[in-house]
């Protein structure tokens, strides 16, 4: 009985992951950009915090193409799968990335991501965020 529940459990979990309304409510308020698509593939709750869920999710970026500049409500460890990506965290100098290399991006850090290469890149992005939060915000107004 157990496997059953755990199996529908895991049904229920990835439904929602792609249900589109909750795709457009998890990114509310962010401004599209060219050649950036990003796709979350599971979300779950966090085991012992009922406050906090994981998110994976997959990021698609197009040569030439950019991220909005964004914040997570929590932590990000991002995985390079394909491609060369530079992030840009505001206040640091642009770190390039290749694949097969990670990053991790605190709580509110203000990124982009950027591909000024001639191939697609894909990143595997983990982020452990607060429960019923959009998964990435745009920077607070008041920060340069």
Known sequence: MENH?????LAALMSLAV?????MAQVAGMPKTPGYSSKPLL???????DS???ISVSVLIEP???SPEHVHPGDCIGTVIEGTVDVLERGKEPRRFGAGSAVLHARDTIL?????SDAPVRILNLL???????RALPPPENTK
Request: proline share 9%.
């Open 5 to 9: 529940f755990r199996s529908g459990l």
């Open 19 to 23: 249900c589109p309304a909750l795709v």
């Open 43 to 49: 979300t779950a709750p966090l085991s012992g915090d």
């Open 52 to 54: 906090r869920e994981m």
């Open 64 to 66: 030439g193409g950019y």
């Open 112 to 116: 982009q991501y950027r591909n000024s």
């Open 128 to 134: 452990v965020v607060e429960k019923g939060k959009p």
